[in-house]
């Protein structure tokens, strides 16, 4: 909000400052929002004078007005969104991750969450495995200098998102509620940070877990679809891609 002073736009003196603020009129939002015939009355200055520097103000003080349709279409050409290279994990993420947002996968250890963070190695992403490792430890001690640190790092991380208009990936690790259900880390004022978050868990019990490379990744939170959704996806889909289209370079080769 501006306050009114001296030179702010031409006839807007000292004179007539003390005027308006005579009539309790000391900011620009103030005076646009004023009568301005009984404005002039009271500060004993000409109708058109008033009006011609409220006029200055509002040119100099306002947004230029934007449709909406205007704003959709700039969102849309500065918008990417990147496949993770997983058709699962893509149909869970709404087609993949988002340029300018917050994606976080959330799990244990053994869940794959590393792996799927590698985003199919596009520059447009920036990771960080992971981000519990960097803000658990700010939460100890002095409970409010630890929030406050968080909502930084969090901060500094939407600013990178958006001005760089990159996708914004982290990893978190998982507590349990009071019920005993599998939930993300960091607590209620972290929830709030990423636009998408998605639980991963092995879905294999008992003694086979750890041979097996299946997992699920279920969607706890989006603005795009409908929570809940749940997809068994393959660790090992990467490294096959890999060797598939290794393999089709060498055919490729081999023809040529």
């Known amino acids: 909000m501006a306050v009114l002073s001296e030179g702010m736009c031409p006839g807007l003196d000292e004179v007539l400052l003390r005027g308006l603020r005579a ?4 900011t620009v939002e103030d005076l646009v929002s004023s009568d301005i015939e009984e404005l002039a ?40 969104i990147i496949s993770t290279g997983n058709p699962c994990l893509d149909k869970v993420l709404d087609s993949g991750l988002y340029t ?40 100890g001690g002095k ?6 640190l968080m909502i930084q790092v969090a901060g500094a991380l939407k600013t ?3 001005d760089f208009n990159v996708a914004a990936l982290v990893t978190n690790h ?12 960091l607590g209620v004022s972290w929830s709030h940070i990423p636009r998408t978050r998605l639980l991963l868990e092995q879905v ?7 041979l097996s490379s299946l997992r699920t990744a279920t969607l706890i939170k989006s603005s795009r679809q409908p929570c ?22 060498k055919l490729d080769e081999t023809d040529s």
């Open 23 to 26: 009539a309790d009129v000391k």
């Open 41 to 80: 009355r009271k500060c004993s200055v000409s109708y058109k004078a008033l009006f011609a520097i409220r006029r200055v103000l509002l040119a100099q003080h306002t947004a230029f007005p934007v449709s909406g349709a205007d704003l959709y279409e700039e969102l849309l050409s500065s918008t990417a």
């Open 100 to 139: 300018g947002e917050i994606t976080e996968l959330s799990g244990g250890p053994g869940s794959g969450k590393s792996q799927a963070s590698v985003g199919g190695g596009s520059v447009k992403a920036v990771i960080v495995d992971s981000v519990s490792a960097v803000i658990a430890p700010l939460l």
């Open 143 to 148: 409970q409010n200098e630890g929030m406050s």
């Open 160 to 162: 990178m998102a958006k």
């Open 174 to 185: 998982v507590t349990r509620s009071g019920s005993g259900e599998v939930q993300p880390g």
């Open 204 to 210: 294999e019990k008992g003694v086979l877990v750890s």
């Open 228 to 249: 809940h959704i749940k997809e068994v996806f393959d660790l090992q889909w990467w490294s096959r891609s890999k060797e598939g289209s290794s393999g089709k370079r």
